[in-house]
Each structure stands twice: as structure tokens, then as C-alpha cells.
């Protein structure tokens, strides 16, 4: 079964920056694609961030430039580096982890809150 732990989370002035790291246990983390979610609070959840084996990240227009998602592949490990942050970025910000074999799974989250 496959884990998934975030860390990285905290409280931060506006422009500040974080990096975010999920942790994923097992054997499947080299062919899975990653991604980060957030959400809000009274709003859902929404894609932050994505990155496939091998491919090239993509963003969500509202983080573009500000946000940077990488992955190592020997630590079983992605990151998502946020600079410039804004107040409206405050959200709990979640890890998944896909796979092709049908493998489907969440982290608990951890708290972004960006203050003006």
C-alpha cells in the first residue's frame, strides 16, 4: 500500500516563499505521475500542479511563474517549491499519486497560510 506524507507547510508573509515535499512509501512512486492539489477553505479542491515520469510539469494558470514541481525519484520524493505568495494561495495543499496500474492515492495535507 502505498503512503503518502507531506511536510513543508507553514505560516508565511505575502511574497515569502515555502517548499512543500510529500514523501510516498512503496515501490511504484518512479512510474507515477505527481501531482499537487489545494483547496481553500469554502472552495474545492483544486490542481495546483502535476508532473509524469520522465514528462514535463504542468501549472495551474494561477501559479504559473511562482510555483516550480520537481520530483526525485531516488528519494520517492516530489516537491513543490512556491515563491512570491499571495494571500489567496492559503489553502491545505494535497499530494496524489497515480499510477498506471490503477493506483489512486491522497496525503493527508499540509496548511499554506499566506498572510497580507
Same mark, same amino acid.
Given at each position: 500500500?502505498?503512503?503518502?506524507?507531506?511536510?513543508?507547510? *507553514?505560516?508565511?508573509? /505575502?511574497?515569502? +516563499?515555502?517548499?512543500?515535499?510529500? /514523501?510516498?512509501?512503496? +515501490? $511504484?512512486?518512479?512510474? /507515477?505521475? @505527481? $501531482?499537487?492539489?489545494?483547496?481553500?477553505?469554502?472552495?474545492?479542491?483544486?490542481?495546483?500542479?502535476?508532473? $509524469?515520469? *520522465?514528462?514535463?510539469?504542468?501549472?495551474?494558470? +494561477?501559479?504559473? *511563474?511562482?510555483?516550480?514541481?520537481?520530483?526525485?525519484?531516488?528519494?520517492? !520524493?516530489?516537491?513543490?517549491? @512556491?515563491?512570491?505568495?499571495?494571500?489567496?494561495? !492559503?489553502?491545505?495543499?494535497?499530494?496524489?499519486?497515480?499510477?498506471?496500474? *490503477?493506483?489512486?492515492?491522497?496525503?493527508?495535507? !499540509?496548511?499554506? !497560510?499566506? +498572510?497580507?
Amino acid at each position: 500500500q502505498v503512503r503518502l506524507v507531506e511536510s513543508g507547510g *507553514g505560516l508565511v508573509q /505575502a511574497g515569502g +516563499s515555502l517548499r512543500l515535499s510529500c /514523501a510516498a512509501s512503496g +515501490s $511504484r512512486f518512479s512510474v /507515477a505521475t @505527481m $501531482r499537487w492539489h489545494r483547496q481553500a477553505p469554502g472552495k474545492e479542491r483544486e490542481l495546483v500542479a502535476g508532473v $509524469r515520469s *520522465g514528462g514535463s510539469p504542468n501549472y495551474a494558470d +494561477s501559479v504559473k *511563474g511562482r510555483f516550480t514541481i520537481s520530483r526525485d525519484n531516488a528519494k520517492n !520524493t516530489v516537491y513543490l517549491q @512556491m515563491n512570491s505568495l499571495k494571500p489567496e494561495d !492559503t489553502a491545505v495543499y494535497y499530494c496524489n499519486l497515480e499510477t498506471p496500474f *490503477g493506483i489512486n492515492t491522497w496525503g493527508k495535507g !499540509t496548511l499554506v !497560510t499566506v +498572510s497580507s
